[in-house]
Structure formats: structure tokens, C-alpha cells
T-cell receptor
Framework: KAGVTQTPRYLIKTRGQQVTLSCSPI?????VSWYQQTPGQGLQFLFE???????NKGNFPGRFSGRQFSNSRSEMNVSTLELGDSALYLC????????????FGEGSRLTVL | GENVEQHPSTLSVQEGDSAVIKCTYS??????FPWYKQELGKRPQLIID?????GEKKDQRIAVTLNKTAKHFSLHITETQPEDSAVYFC????????????FGTGTSLTVIP
């Protein structure tokens, strides 16, 4: 079974630009969640999608948005990038509707200059 | 919302010694507590978890204990080996919140050969 795949793996943007990150979950997993990982802050929850519906949203500004498609693939978008958005963005999928094991992708490392 | 605190942030032990990482949580409704291991440059992976109806769980050299009254849980690694060197994250979640997890800030464990 293929694991969680995230693209792109690395990207560099400048302030004010926008970025779209993609995540393909493990086949059969309907839950996809996104986390921001920064040094010293650990993993901070962005949002979770289940069957194309956003179920939960973390404490991030509206510049961060996401969506999920009918094949469970998910995208997250960050508009009007700020220097502080530089981070590793991790996508995780789960086979359970709640409190289940998260299977993480390798992440998309975003650098904002 | 939930707040998970993790200590220590760094930990160095001699090979063969034990390592203990502690986490506290604030929301008494949290009932699922996983631990993830992230090796350098790799994705986080679940190593052990515990649910609130259990006080302790073991898997070979790894154990997790939970004290619901005090709202803290701990990861114990015995007979540490160099391959245990990684960053460990604790997390908390609760039913009816999907796969929304609150993570600690991580503990960087170094096992010295």
C-alpha cells in the first residue's frame, strides 16, 4: 500500500504570494488533516477533512484554507504569505473517523523570503 | 481548547539506560494519547498509544502510563539503543472531535553509544 504522498516537497516563495500544497492519502483513508511544524512549536493542527467536509479547524488565520476532493486527495492553500509561514507542512491520513492512528506524509517544506 | 505541555525538550542518556518523557494535558475530556517518533528528516510515526480506560500499556522496551486524575502521561523507554535517538511527540485527542490532535512541543532524545 502506498503511503501518504505530499507535493511539492520543497518550495520557496516571497512575501505576499500564495501557495497550494497537495496531499494524497493512503488508499481507503477518508480523513485527511494538516499540521504546521516549526522548531520549538511542535505540530500545530490546521484543519481536518472527512468525506470532503471540513470537520475541524485550528487556530490559524483565514489565509489558511483547504479542501478535499471526492477521491480523498486534499489541498491546502496559504494566501498572502508572511515570513512566519515558513514551516514544514505535514499532511496525515487516518482510516478511522476519530482518535485513530495518523499516517503522516514526508511534508512540504515552505520557505518564505 | 486543549493544551499539551511536554518535558524535557532535550534528553541525553547513555546506551542501555532508561529515558522518561512526560506530558500534561488540560482538557479532562481528552481520552486518547498517542506518542509519535520522528527521526531526523523523516515523517512522524506512531510508536504507542493509550486510551483513558487503561492506566498502562507496554510494547517491548516502550511503555506509556496515564494518570487521569493528575492529567499527565509519560513515555518510558528501557534499555535505550542508538536507534532510539529521535524527536518524540506526545499528543491528546478526544471523542467526537474527529482526528484533531493537540501535540506537545517535542523531546529530542539522544542515546550516546
Amino acid at each position: 500500500k502506498a503511503g501518504v504522498t505530499q507535493t511539492p516537497r520543497y518550495l520557496i516563495k516571497t512575501r505576499g504570494q500564495q501557495v497550494t500544497l497537495s496531499c494524497s492519502p493512503i488508499s481507503g483513508h477518508r480523513s485527511v488533516s494538516w499540521y504546521q511544524q516549526t522548531p520549538g512549536q511542535g505540530l500545530q493542527f490546521l484543519f481536518e477533512y472527512f468525506s470532503e467536509t471540513q470537520r475541524n479547524k485550528g487556530n490559524f488565520p483565514g489565509r489558511f484554507s483547504g479542501r478535499q476532493f471526492s477521491n480523498s486527495r486534499s489541498e491546502m492553500n496559504v494566501s498572502t504569505l508572511e515570513l512566519g509561514d515558513s514551516a514544514l507542512y505535514l499532511c496525515a491520513s487516518s482510516s478511522l473517523a476519530g482518535t485513530g492512528e495518523l499516517f503522516f506524509g514526508e511534508g512540504s517544506r515552505l520557505t518564505v523570503l | 481548547g486543549e493544551n499539551v505541555e511536554q518535558h524535557p525538550s532535550t534528553l541525553s542518556v547513555q546506551e542501555g539506560d532508561s529515558a522518561v518523557i512526560k506530558c500534561t494535558y488540560s482538557d479532562s475530556a481528552s481520552n486518547y494519547f498517542p506518542w509519535y517518533k520522528q527521526e531526523l528528516g523523516k515523517r512522524p510515526q506512531l510508536i504507542i498509544d493509550i486510551r483513558s480506560n487503561v492506566g498502562e500499556k507496554k510494547d517491548q522496551r516502550i511503555a506509556v502510563t496515564l494518570n487521569k486524575t493528575a492529567k499527565h502521561f509519560s513515555l518510558h523507554i528501557t534499555e535505550t539503543q542508538p536507534e532510539d535517538s529521535a524527536v518524540y511527540f506526545c499528543a491528546a485527542s478526544k471523542e467526537n472531535t474527529g482526528n484533531q490532535f493537540y501535540f506537545g512541543t517535542g523531546t529530542s532524545l539522544t542515546v550516546i553509544p
